[in-house]
């Protein structure tokens, strides 16, 4: 039991959660070492949404929203940390969720699927197909999700299928608090936020956007700038570190 | 199984030691998401020791051979990373090693007990006291260790328990890769570097005063000073970080 009166009761009880799907198996144990390294990135830049990420957020919304067959693809931690989130945006952009899996068993997948169920996502289910140019399992896709996808959002997604899904046309959008990993850095579009402050800035922007029926342009942006603001504040924050 | 030419290969063999572990109960899930955080401050310092960091560890070598009565705190990450260094360290320094779990039960205790006994350390048992004003079993220190310390080791400690120990007078040395934390600014001597690097550096100066038969004298010095210059460096990667 995690002290109320800790200083970081807030993140503990994150990593308590995270630590019970990892006993349930939903989270994997390098799934743990990954959310604490985003811990650590989340720290240096404030753990709150900066403004730089803010402006990524409705433009993640904006193309979600204008995206022919939007995908969203959920892993363990995903599934952990915002279940609910998912299945709101799932209802307001009309997206396919699909499980994928860097650590893959079909008991995983099962799981995780009737986890997101629960919280009310709809989940791809049916034929997987041999889709990305990854060794083992991690080749593997749901039919009728990432290879009929325009548009991609990959929360707290891994370098090479990122990477994969970039080369393979698709528009992918990371949600990732490390700004130099190659996840980040291959992206169309990195939001330098953590999961559960982001996907609620995302739902908001896109209920407004469908209030508007769906009348905004996409702006032109440089997700080199987005990269480059998170580091940025990150320097801010280190040089009065000690103040 | 990791090629030993990949360029992460010590970090990658250092993670799966530690799911091992994980696995049979000596570190705690939670456990795992700290060593992820810890990842992330390291990479920032490039994976090194750093010249300020190697200070930090002689400095470490001249407080624990001149102590009293030095005392190491040992936790589950600590025991699963570094059971030899510990062994060594204490055959060197006469230190008292004690097991002190946040996640503490005694079935977790003994195990790690256990474990450290199988690699060559002398573990404290017997009695234990609610010592610390920390809630809980965080409380809770054997009678023969730290209540009597003057100088005290605790490597990956938590905030709490180390202010809690400045506190109450002991001349706390922590091993920490996050400057910023609790834990690295309320010790009186905070190595940021990662603990299988720090503890054969400390073991190595340790001997090398012990040769020259304990007359070396505690020099002045300022923890201050190696914080900023772990800041410093971990700016000065972020700055090149996207070039």
Redesign the interface.
């Known amino acids: 039991?995690i002290?109320k009166?800790?200083?970081?009761y807030k993140s503990?009880i994150i990593?308590?959660r995270?630590?019970k799907c990892?006993?349930s198996g939903i989270v994997s144990?390098?799934g743990?070492?990954?959310?604490?390294?985003?811990?650590?990135?989340d720290?240096l830049i404030g753990e709150k949404t900066t403004e730089s990420a803010l402006i990524a957020e409705k433009i993640a919304a904006n193309l979600l929203i204008l995206a022919n067959k939007p995908v969203i693809s959920v892993n363990g931690n995903t599934c952990a940390l915002a279940a609910e989130a998912i299945a709101e945006l799932q209802k307001i952009t009309g997206a396919y969720v699909e499980v994928n899996l860097f650590h893959r068993t079909e008991e995983r997948v099962l799981k995780i699927s009737n986890f997101l169920e629960g919280k009310g996502v709809s989940v791809l289910k049916g034929n997987v197909v041999k889709y990305l140019p990854l060794s083992h399992d991690r080749a593997l896709c749901f039919t009728e999700g990432i290879p009929k996808a325009d548009v991609v959002l990959v929360p707290l997604e891994d370098g090479d299928r990122c990477q994969a899904l970039v080369e393979m046309g698709k528009t992918v959008i990371t949600i990732d608090l490390?700004?130099?990993s190659r996840t980040a850095?291959c992206a169309r579009l990195t939001i330098v936020d953590e999961l559960t402050r982001a996907l609620p800035n995302i739902i908001r922007y896109a209920k407004e956007i469908k209030e508007r029926n769906n009348t905004t342009e996409i702006e032109e942006f440089d997700n080199?700038y987005f990269?480059?603001n998170a580091?940025d504040n990150?320097?801010t924050r280190?040089?009065c570190?000690?103040d």
């Open positions: 039991m002290p009166d800790h200083p970081r503990l990593r308590e995270l630590s990892a006993m144990l390098e743990l070492t990954a959310h604490g390294r985003g811990e650590a990135f720290y490390n700004p130099l850095r080199f990269l480059q580091i990150m320097i280190l040089n570190a000690l």
